[in-house]
Nanobody, 121 residues
């Protein structure tokens, strides 16, 4: 089970940190990802982190967002800086067993409930 939190309302240029806590004792074995779905849009890949800590980012967030994980706390984070109005979306965390096609949402097995991020201009 995945539980995401940390969303909220922030002005453009501001920062937020999302957290996603996972239950179970095998968190360290999973690849963790963040996706987002803006109003009227498809759910899209944002970032992912492998079991070893390798990170992957969508071009639209590269240099602004940072994904990290704390296996001792069974938690993955998404630090979002320099936020833009187009970052407004519901953000979802997800988990999967392998790293292939890391941007493909169809390859993720488990999903959290989503947390809303709203960036005002």
């Amino acid at each position: 089970q995945l539980q995401a939190c940390g969303g909220g309302l922030v002005q453009a240029g501001g920062s937020l940190r999302l957290s996603c806590a996972a239950s179970g004792r095998t968190f360290s074995l999973y690849v963790m990802g963040w996706f987002r779905q803006g109003p009227g849009k498809e759910r899209e890949f944002v970032a992912a982190i492998s079991r070893s800590g390798s990170t992957y980012y969508a071009d639209s967030v590269k240099g602004r967002f940072t994904i990290s994980r704390d296996n001792a706390k069974n938690t993955v984070y998404l630090q979002m800086n320099s936020l833009k109005p187009e970052d407004t979306a519901v953000y979802y965390c997800a988990a999967r067993a392998d790293i292939s096609e890391v941007t493909n949402k169809q390859r993720y097995d488990y999903w959290g409930q989503g947390t809303l991020v709203t960036v005002s201009s």
